[in-house]
């Protein structure tokens, strides 16, 4: 791996990244879909490839892509979850060199059109549901006895805003300090999460899903928010109150500023309802929830998006 | 205008684009909110700023910024269309040289988070609903008697897929013709629309728009779809059909192509069941439905982006 | 059209957009590339499409598209425009309904890879230049002796900056007025410009394309801005001063809003040193500049956004 | 920390992301600029802004704002690494409960406009260059004796493209391979590579941003390409090889796949003339090259996106 010099081929990984994979469940009139992005990856012994441009050990990232895609019938999608821990392994049967696989699917969730005269909605027609989206992360290391499972579900971009039971105050002063004190404010985030399971025996991993989001949209309604900090970690104590077998949350959550308007010089008052809704700079907040006893994560978290 | 060479000022407008306003109504503890991004701008004879850079008749963008907040509080958000409308004839008062304003405004709308023991939701916990954005442009044109208003109510990127009762068959061939006809396919869009009133007096703006949205969808979803003309025109007849102020609509819609995988070198049927969701290119269908005795739309499409 | 109850089809077009084809000249071991988005749509009268799923009029956008691709071979790519002709003429020719085609390409441009002793840069490696992309738009309508063709050329995305030299003041004031005048200020935009052909014959479009950007860059450069309307104005005039085939010029200029940012709490001056680059709002500048004796641009505008 | 139950705070930051800072120098009438896009992080025990929501240790985000705003004047942009370790260093005697800040920049790099007779440039007029973005990371770990300083500079998004000079062959097949090998084809990437330092005594921080793009393009454009691996690491090489104080560089490449097109249904030949640009999905190829002597990373690359 060196050419006598000292340089040397470090950590690598290769894979096919975002997989727009559409999945339909036909066998009875009422359609079901499942709607993905998934992104591919190996790591392992690849050096050949780097230093003389050996494809031997290779398996392409193109034959990832059709295993991918063939997966999504032969194995089918009962959950991201799931559909990604079969393309991990298979992926570490044909890839000998690989001593690891990690697999990351974004899901886009789709609600049935509302049609009169059709109780629950229509059977094959859909309109996108919300803003945000559901992911997975599954790495698989080792073979055999020695095979090892990570996964990571989780959340993207889903917004939230609220237009009082928030303040901050008491904060940290300097000679930079030029921020007053708020006792009622809007609070908005765009919140992105990713929980790690100790375990997904018996779990059905899509109620998971609404439950965690249910959790996280009702811990940010009801808490009386000091610090958007503050409301994170109720969160996280929520989802792992009710979750045993989720070891720890973490939370990635931009403050979307909402700056009050001064109405003042046109002879207006503005108690809290006129806002501008600013870009950036935002500030960046985040944190993870965990369990003490949540044991070594080992390679659940590598090259995954810190925190969350 | 010109400096003795024939080469002139022709056409301009200018204002301030993407004032993000959001507005609370705090009244009692239920509060509402209205999320809005809202463009301004304003025509008329501005031909010194550009020859000379004499800016005596230039209400600046950063006052039409401010007109924009102030008037949230002042005037209210009714609705987007009656904002605009009180907005655009503001600054036909504030700046005599324009002899018309266009306001545009996209709306993010929110649903109450649903909380145990709350029928109707939190009061003041808000999540963003779906993909689409409501939209309108106002345009106000003249003073006094001779003042016209046209209004134009819009949605955007309103994310629909049909998993059966589509097909594309019998058309035109030539030379370069590939494509091989399909009796059964997903058929996908992002639909925007727009439509024009003939006169908004006695309409409840905001209900109009939930009937506009739900009519589209509904007719999306029973249309059996020989192409995606044919289901943009039923949309168009069905709107139309249930709203007589509404004198035109206009839709633009991508064919968001989900091609069905070839899983058979792998020794797999796929009828489909698997389908690779394509980016680029994508099919682009845009096309008017209208009242015969439409008239003339004077300014209302003027500066609106073809065909929605 | 109709189904006797006054609703009837508008206009309407369809095509294939963001066709992304790469054309690689490799006649010589020096190799050339253009690099294009291209979209097509064609107009004319396609009823039987919307109102009875007919599509025997209907030429497949996958046939557009093949014809892009097929084209880039067959008739080449010696400019956008030409090759945006060719496409929009060969379009009528295959779709005997259509009254009209409308072509537009997005032109990335590349530089060559600067390598010690290889004047001129490397033969076949490439890095991608600057922001800005160029575009045309190319309308085509009717056949034989009453053909039409349209070209129109442009820019977009020309970021720029300038850090003294321009002023605002004197502007109109009312009730909603806080801005200060300012005599020096950072002035910045992203440069979008279109200009319509009164006829290409005998121009070299590559050639035009750098000329007028430079025209464009050195008149923003070296005009003293008292708005930014004055510096579209001395853009416009210098385009159309040296390109006398070029029969009028539209901009559209986002004001990029550095604003100036208080540093007396902290003890500091800012003589103009330390700005914030604001994202939203941003004013909007829109201007046309004009011969005179222009002449009437037909369908060169017709679906292509204003102003530019 | 905890309420009893097990569940506890973990690993924690926050900051003010995307300050989007303009830093102009202006003491000659030769004007220069710095133009930067500035996030900041605080680590450290926060943990009763969580848990009770108590503020007293929290610096806030928007003090951390003023500080990287007034930094820009106070201390100056000599190069984006050495205002970033300014930063940093500020914030931990600002914040005593934090253990450590990190700071990260992206650079946009303006180009003088030309203009006639005037030789180099333009004063005060630029242009933007490129498509990429110069980055950098700075970790400050610790106070007096014990604090550490980690500097990361990087580029991100610079596009390349080359038209012949690689090939994709002898890979490992498996039951879902259907690549063809190809032995002339277009290789492209959007590259994005950040290097840590070993140390930065000495070094000019933009000569060396400079010198590692210019090593990446050579290397690049001059090597024979088996596999976009090979490239990368030959790219390794390079920049270690001339840079001594540079310990590891890491790559992340998505091989943005140029397809070439089947003409033959068309009677054209295609000998890699016209491709399609695909958008997803894409091999994503990452890769780190570094000295056997590297030693250990500490903090450099805490909550830095994998693998650049």
Known sequence: MTDGDGIVLGTNQYGKAENRVVRVYRDTPRHRIRDLNVSTALRGDFAAAHTDGDQRDILPTDTQKNTV???????????????????????LVAAPSATGAQVSVQEYVWDRVEVDGQ???????????GTETRTCVVTVQGRGADQRVWVVSGL???????????????????????????????????????????????????????????????????????????????MGRAVLGTHPQIAEIRFSAPNKHHVLCDLGPFGL????????????????????????????????????????
């Open 69 to 91: 895609f063939a997966y999504a019938k032969e194995v089918g999608v009962s959950s991201p979850e799931e559909y990604a821990v079969a393309l991990a392994t298979r992926f």
């Open 119 to 129: 109780p629950g909605g229509h059977d094959h027609s859909f309109v996108r549901r």
């Open 156 to 234: 993207q971009d889903l917004l939230v805003l609220k237009t009082t039971g928030s303040e901050f105050r008491g904060y940290l002063r300097d000679g930079y300090t030029t921020l007053e004190e708020v006792d009622d404010r809007v609070m908005a985030t765009s919140l992105t999460a990713r929980w790690r399971w100790s375990g997904t025996d018996g779990v059905d991993l899509d109620a998971a899903y609404a439950s965690v989001r249910q959790q996280c949209l009702a811990a940010y309604a009801t808490t009386y928010s000091r610090a958007l900090q503050e409301t994170l970690y109720a």
């Open 269 to 308: 008052t503005n108690d809290g309802e006129v806002f501008h809704a600013a870009d950036r700079p935002y500030g960046l907040i985040e944190a993870t929830v965990t369990r003490e006893d949540a044991g070594d994560p080992g390679e659940a978290w590598t090259a995954v998006p810190a925190f969350a």
